[in-house]
């Protein structure tokens, strides 16, 4: 029977951690914690969860605290948590592993919530390498993954994860964007690295720096990438915030063909031509067939919560809500009184009983 070890890096997570460590227990052999730097409760918190609490200087690498943290445990299986997450399902893949060999690196699904129009919130899900054998260790200072070589599998886990709502991202703004420009300081090609500065300036709604790192990422041409998805999409709707709206559209139709099947892609095409027609009165006899085209045709697809950072809702609710805001602008009150029906049902439904 093959051990299984909770391993993790904290650093003053005492909003968090107890949900964390009691999501874990009970399927792991043994919680390992290493703290970085705690000057809250974080280290006691651990403690009276049942976890081994190790110390470890921080020294602006991620990779280097995580490897610290990972020999601390001579498990053959090792269930990497940050501390904003927790098991939300399917902890039983867990149990399964004492009977696997540890031969591959175990993908799960993490399911953040983000903050939406109006206060609202909804699930953002995504695919990382959070169950290692022994032996694999991780490289990068920041956004570290484990090193290749082994297969990857996905597993049915699921972790929930907060940290990207934005009362809790105030805590850590501008840390990432330190550690991003040192790493880009001894890497500056990483296409990986300009996509996440990028998204470190957007989300703090400084779409003019965000720009020419989505750019340089996007030039890389990184086909194949598992953040490529993503990054169209975020590429598009920084532009489209900086009211480039033609080099929008341009980078839409250019990616087109390779997002036939994204309900993500159609919805935010969507959201740049109707902010354009908005801008620009005098296109929208041109643009608002376009519009609803979108967001139907986003409908069509339906939920493709398998695609990397797809939103939920964009195959359904959301693209709803958006339909009947649509129709109500132009006078059609039956039209939109029934998109907002639709979308209410959608919105009711469990995750993975919509559209598509």
Not at 23 to 40: F, H, I, L, N
Not at 301 to 330: K, Q, T, W, Y
Request: hydrophobic fraction near 45%; glycine fraction near 6%; include cysteine.
């Amino acid at each position: 029977m093959n051990a299984i070890a909770l391993v993790m890096i904290v650093r003053d997570e005492a909003r968090c951690l107890a949900r964390a460590l009691a999501s874990a227990r009970p399927w792991v052999d043994e919680m390992v914690v290493v703290d970085t730097g705690s000057v809250d409760e974080t280290p006691q918190i651990a403690h009276d969860a049942g976890a081994r609490v190790h110390r470890f200087v921080w020294i602006d690498d991620f990779s280097a605290a995580r490897n610290h943290a990972l020999a601390q445990t001579e498990a053959p299986w090792r269930l990497l948590l940050d501390a904003d997450e927790w098991i939300a399902q399917g902890a039983d893949a867990l149990a399964a592993l004492r009977t696997t060999a540890p031969d591959f690196v175990g993908m799960v699904r993490i399911s953040s919530r983000i903050d939406a129009a109006g206060g609202a919130q909804e699930d953002a899900p995504s695919w990382l390498p959070r169950v290692l054998p022994r032996g694999v260790l991780y490289e990068g200072r920041i956004h570290e993954q484990p090193q290749p070589g082994l297969p990857r599998r996905a597993l049915p886990l699921v972790l929930g994860h907060d940290g990207y709502l934005g009362a809790h991202m105030k805590v850590k703004q501008g840390r990432n964007q330190r550690l991003l420009e040192l790493a880009l300081a001894e890497r500056p090609d990483d296409a990986y690295l300009r996509y996440q500065l990028g998204k470190d300036y957007e989300v703090r709604e400084d779409f003019a720096a965000a720009l020419p790192h989505y750019e340089r990422a996007y030039a890389a041409d990184e086909q194949r990438a598992a953040w490529r998805h993503d990054l169209v999409l975020r590429l598009v709707f920084t532009l489209k915030r900086l009211r480039r709206f033609e080099q929008a559209l341009h980078v839409a139709q250019a990616e087109m063909p390779r997002w036939e099947a994204s309900p993500d892609f159609f919805f935010t095409l969507g959201d740049l031509l109707l902010d354009w027609a908005l801008a620009e009165p005098a296109r929208a006899a041109e643009l608002l067939p376009m519009i609803e085209s979108s967001w139907l045709r986003a409908i069509e697809i339906g939920e493709r919560p398998e695609l990397p950072d797809s939103v939920r809702g964009r195959g359904s609710f959301l693209a709803a809500h958006n339909l009947a805001a649509f129709h109500a602008s132009l006078g059609r009150e039956a039209e939109a009184q029934r998109w907002r029906e639709q979308a209410a049902a959608w919105r009711a439904t469990p995750p993975g009983t919509g559209p598509g």
